[in-house]
């Protein structure tokens, strides 16, 4: 376990870099380069210690040693000089091995100001190596602030996903494990871990089913303890040797690269084996397979799509099709994969992806894994499933398991708080059931599976498949049509049929962004709407286009469309958020916006309703969002995803009444929204009440807390802003359980009946009421805490007081003041409030929670009937979602 005191060092470091290296990944990569510089360091001094000689700092680089840097006579220039110097040539020490040489690579010091230098070095010299584990847990700890790389796709796949395809694998000492896109090596760490506990002592596999002992138990249930440190102490040296060379990782950046190969190396790899490899677009490792293969590879394509060698099987352009054919092509003849795949493998009717389906549904597809569409949240909502890869099984097996996660284990929401009911123990018994009694019972002929699957207890399959969480499909039904589709609700009995309605893609029914050469009959001086982004509302489908320009000013630089046309933003976030509705009222009929609208015209099959519909499904987005190109923030949806997405296309009059049918439901949807977007709590004002300061009112901030003081070696519990729900003031939990010492700042003491009044933007209107609080509960200087004083005000008066309109706006008049979008403590006790008496307080504020219980109630009702629009156009699609 990761120890508090090295978790400290790792935040305060990054503490001390966050003002000079904004940016996660360039902390990371400082201080993994500044700790292997430490550790070589140490290494020299045990060897001296040991009766050897220094290898690394020696000779000219023994100007360089770790020594001279902490010397409190060095200047911070002569320090600066002396560290960026020694990083930046270390790659010439003839003195390292070259392990050390890749890890210095392009190395170099990204500030220049001696001060900052010195508290990060002085920090980096409270650890030491000692080969011991802790080393290993605070590089993963480090790791874990890692997020998004969004230029190349890539997203940090969560722990409990790991650890749940190593479980499903099962990797042997004895076999070749590859993670073909191994980001900083969780994977490999993983099995490794894995195989270390299945060789140990005191490792007891448990034996969940009666036949576990004479199958061998593959599989492990998951465990949401915390798991034993596993020695491997049944591993002989030889075997340590051959388990280190049989694990090895590929990655195409550089700095992914450094990172792998110091996290193996402090887990105890001294020799790691992380390639920098293209895999895609280069052959050098074309002819190395393995027997166990894990992959989440980045599934971001550039524009024009990948241009592999001429290898691959599958002849695509797409990296999630090249990925998938890569993995299954290197995989032994016994060998097995878990890879994560964004949903447009499971589906798209393109002719590669259904080239790779059937390749692999005919080869090696044992088991398709659904996991809910918020498991890469906050860096990404894209919905995944896991493909589980078994050569030898699936030549046993006529079917395709399938698997159907709702719940993780986390909330799905940006913050990924940990949540009761999880699935992934129960899936994995599911999967377990059906590896062994399922697919080795294929293996005795003549005999009827249900005969000698174990009779002593209820199987866990069958639970799952009587719950509607996992299913069995023959590959005779899945290759019925020739789409090989892999969602398994399509296949379940009693569901709605397949595709009820031919599929078309939306290029052959629409005509995408229309020619403006239509309008060359058309006066220049001829009014036209313009609709700005900003215009499109977030999922309605009306807007209204209250600008007019003349057609000369805009007709050459902007995206032209008519009434009737379905507007749909291509860019994120816009396309996420849901910016999307039909053109209609448009000034004569014509209308110009922004260049990040794609435009969708009926050909006259569809109704721009059912367009619209279409896409804003999930299918839709959830897909679309995986095959976003660019970078940073200008990522955008390719036109050739939209084009080639197939929609059902029912007759008209079915489109209209089923159109009909969503459009009542969204009135009422409508309807809600606007008293969720108008309510404001209202209090009377009445002139014979005082206006009185907050500070007359309210104890303003009455408690500062050190938390590694006030609560030292325990764990305190902590909200900041985005604990509160801006606008609604809803509380939504503790963000994180944090050791105590790990905040170096003082924060603000709360209690039950505190008013919590955010004071920075943009979250000004995330206030609340903490009616209970737990132990040893802090929360960000981001809030002013206003504690009501006992028999003069009540404290859900002082909160609907401060979210009144006028008080918010004095508010934003006095972020304008300063530099900074925040307020300060002087500013918000100096607010006046009207404030009648005690008696009259508590009337008002049951008449306030009466009418927000009937909010709370339109809340809900907008989730009731989004999902019945849903499930509307489900009947169309045939899938539950």
Not at 67 to 75: F, Q, V
């Amino acid at each position: 376990m990761l120890d508090t005191l090295t978790k400290r060092r790792i935040d305060t470091a990054r503490d001390i870099l966050v003002g000079k290296v904004p940016d996660p990944k360039s902390q990371v990569e400082q201080i993994t380069i500044a700790l292997i510089y430490k550790f070589m360091d140490d290494m020299d001094a045990e060897a001296e210690e040991l009766g050897g000689k220094r290898k690394f700092f020696t000779g000219g680089f023994a100007r360089y040693g770790w020594a001279k840097l902490m010397s409190a006579g060095i200047g911070g220039h002569e320090l600066i000089g002396l560290y960026g110097e020694g990083i930046a040539t270390m790659p010439q020490n003839p003195g390292i091995p070259p392990l050390f040489r890749d890890i210095f690579k392009n190395a170099y010091l990204p500030y220049r100001d001696p001060e900052t230098l010195k508290s990060f070095l002085k920090i980096i010299d409270e650890f030491s190596y000692d080969h011991s584990e802790r080393l290993g847990d605070a590089y993963e700890y480090l790791l874990s602030v890692l997020g998004s790389q969004g230029d190349a796709g890539q997203f940090r796949t969560p722990r409990h996903i790991i650890d749940f395809m190593v479980e499903i694998m099962n990797p042997k000492k004895q076999e070749t494990i590859i993670d073909t896109s191994c980001g900083t090596a969780g994977f490999l760490i993983s099995a490794y871990k894995h195989i270390l506990k299945h060789n140990s002592k005191d490792y007891q596999p448990k034996q969940d089913h009666p036949a576990d002992a004479e199958k061998g138990a593959p599989l492990e249930l998951l465990t949401l303890e915390s798991p034993m440190r596993y020695k491997g102490d049944l591993l002989t040296p030889e075997e340590r040797k051959r388990l280190a060379g049989n694990i090895k990782g590929y990655d195409i950046s550089p700095d992914m690269v450094r990172m792998s190969l110091v996290n193996l190396y402090l887990h105890g790899f001294n020799d790691p084996h992380i390639f920098e490899y293209d895999t895609l677009t280069s052959e050098e490792r074309w002819d190395e397979y393995a027997d166990v293969i894990f992959a989440n590879p980045p599934f971001m394509s550039p524009k024009g799509g990948i241009k592999p060698h001429k290898r691959f099987s599958i002849q695509a352009k797409r990296s999630e099709v090249l990925f998938v054919d890569y993995i299954a092509e290197h995989l032994t003849p016994a060998g097995r994969a878990a890879i994560i795949v964004p949903e447009g493998i499971i589906f798209q009717s393109q002719t590669a992806y259904k080239a790779l389906r059937k390749m692999l549904v005919d080869n090696s597809l044992v088991a398709v894994i659904s996991l809910p569409a918020g498991v890469f949240q906050p860096y990404s909502g894209v919905k995944t499933s896991i493909l589980i890869l078994d050569k030898a099984l699936a030549k046993q097996s006529g079917g395709i398991a399938f698997f159907k996660i709702e719940n993780d284990g986390f909330g799905l929401g940006a913050q990924r708080r940990a949540i009761a009911g999880e699935q992934l123990t129960s899936a994995l018994a599911g999967i377990k059931e059906y590896f062994i009694d399922y697919l080795n019972m294929d293996r005795q002929d003549g005999q009827d599976k249900k005969q000698t699957s174990c009779k002593s207890c209820a199987s866990m399959l069958e639970a799952l498949v009587s719950q509607g969480t996992a299913l069995v499909v023959t590959k005779e039904k899945i290759a019925a049509n020739g789409d090989y589709n892999l969602s398994g609700e399509r296949y379940r009995e009693g569901a709605a049929k397949n595709y009820i309605f031919p599929l078309l893609r939306i290029g052959d029914v629409c005509t995408i962004n229309p020619r403006k050469s239509q309008l060359a009959n058309l006066k220049a001086d001829m009014r036209v709407s313009f609709v700005p982004m900003a215009a499109i509302n977030e999922h309605r489908i009306a807007f209204h286009p209250s600008e007019k320009k003349l057609l000369s000013e805009v007709s050459t630089s902007y995206t032209y469309f008519e009434d009737n046309d379905v507007l749909l933003a291509k860019v994120t976030p816009c396309f996420e958020n849901g910016k999307a509705g039909i053109a209609r009222g448009l000034v004569n009929g014509v209308g110009f916006g922004s260049s990040e609208f794609y435009v969708l015209r009926s050909k006259g099959q569809v109704l721009p309703e059912w367009i619209y519909f279409c896409v804003m499904h999930p299918f839709f987005r959830d897909t679309a969002v995986a095959q976003m190109t660019g970078t940073g923030g200008l990522q955008r949806v390719p036109r050739d995803y939209v084009e080639n997405f197939p929609i059902p296309l029912p007759p008209l009059e079915v489109q209209t009444e089923i159109v009909a049918e969503i459009e009542g439901y969204q009135k009422v949807i409508n309807g809600a929204r606007a008293v969720l977007d108008n309510y404001r709590p209202h209090i009377p004002i009445h002139p014979d009440w005082p206006m009185m300061e907050l500070r007359e009112v309210c104890e303003i901030n009455p408690e500062t807390i050190n938390p590694a003081i006030a609560y030292p070696n325990q764990m305190v519990f902590y909200i900041d802003i985005s604990s509160v729900e801006n606008e609604t003031g809803r509380f939504l939990g503790y963000n994180e359980v944090i050791s105590s010492d790990a905040p170096s700042r003082a924060r603000r003491g709360i209690c039950g009946g505190d008013v919590l009044v955010s004071t920075v933007r943009p979250n000004l209107k995330a206030f609340t009421l903490l009616k209970e609080v737990k132990d040893r509960a802090i929360a960000s200087t981001g809030f002013a805490v206003l504690r009501a004083r006992n028999g003069i005000a009540e404290p859900a008066f002082v909160l609907a007081a401060v979210c009144s309109d006028h008080i918010v706006n004095q508010m934003v008049n006095m972020m304008e003041k300063g530099a900074y979008p925040s307020i300060n403590q002087s500013d918000i006790a100096a607010i006046k409030i009207s404030l009648p008496p005690l008696a009259t307080q508590q009337i008002i504020v049951a008449e306030i929670e009466a009418e927000q219980a009937l909010v709370a109630a339109n809340r809900e009702l907008i989730t009731r009937f989004e999902k019945k629009i849903q499930a509307a156009l489900a009947r169309v699609w045939g899938e539950e979602f």
